[in-house]
């Protein structure tokens, strides 16, 4: 079976200091990850994925995600947060078991402090 | 590539109306998926396609959706009839193969009054 785990609905930095929005996966196969940011009234946008490469992911607008198969941990980063970083993000796992199952997390709505 | 694209941007019907959403793909991508999001359940898949062919519809709610995609540049997802509990964003993603990244358009927003 495979879950994936946001492990905050809601995460409050200041303007200039680091990121750290937290996921957890579970899955029995390979996955491949990924991580989407929605900004409000807009649709999903791919900020970074991993697809058993190198475990240190770099995405778009200076994020960053380290894959932990033994944390089974997926952890997204930034080292200084902008204003226009504040919106949802998504942490998502997506496996073959058989045929592709692509689970969607909760969500971690980022807001950012001027 | 223009990305994929929405159409309408926002719909408000009245219960009981047909409800029409249009969804072009990214041109050269095999797959299309349709998603729901509400603020109860999140983002849900609701059916996919390969080349034009349902492959997973088990997210469909009930028999009063219906998803088709005629062509490889074309898809519409029905709800007939319409129900409040129906408001929600609706997206549309499509992807090259199924394990690469899937595009999400721009969503509909979805209010049934």
């Known amino acids: 079976a495979q879950s994936v785990t946001q492990l905050d609905s809601h995460v409050s930095v200041s303007e200039g200091t680091p990121v750290l929005l937290r996921c957890n996966y579970s899955?029995?196969?390979?996955?491949?990850l990924f991580w989407y940011v929605q900004h409000p009234n807009k649709g999903l946008q791919l900020l970074l994925k991993?697809?058993?490469?190198?475990?240190l992911v770099k995405g778009i607008n200076g994020f960053e995600a380290e894959f932990k198969k033994s944390e089974t941990s997926f952890h997204l980063t930034k080292p200084s947060a902008h204003m226009s970083d504040a919106a949802e993000y998504f942490c998502?796992?997506?496996?073959?078991?058989?045929?592709?199952?692509?689970?969607f997390g909760a969500g971690t709505r980022l807001f950012v402090k001027a | 590539d223009a990305g994929v694209i929405q159409s309408p941007r926002h719909e408000v019907t009245e219960m009981g109306q047909e409800v029409t959403l249009r969804c072009k793909p990214i041109?050269?991508?095999?797959?299309l998926f349709w998603y729901r999001q509400t603020m109860m359940r999140g983002l849900e898949l609701l059916i996919y396609?390969?080349?034009?062919?349902?492959?997973?519809d088990s997210g469909m709610p009930e028999d009063r959706f219906s998803a088709k995609m005629p062509n490889a540049s074309f898809s519409t997802l029905k709800i007939q009839p319409s129900e409040p509990r129906d408001s929600a964003v609706y997206f549309c993603?499509?992807?090259?193969?199924?394990?690469?990244?899937?595009?999400f358009g721009q969503g509909t927003r979805l209010t049934v009054v």
């Open positions: 993603a499509s992807s090259v193969q199924m394990n690469t990244e899937a595009f």
């Open positions: 899955s029995s196969y390979s996955p491949s």
């Open positions: 991993y697809t058993s490469a190198a475990t």
């Open positions: 998502v796992v997506r496996a073959n078991t058989g045929g592709f199952k692509t689970i």
């Open positions: 041109s050269g991508h095999d797959y």
């Open positions: 396609f390969n080349n034009n062919v349902p492959i997973d």
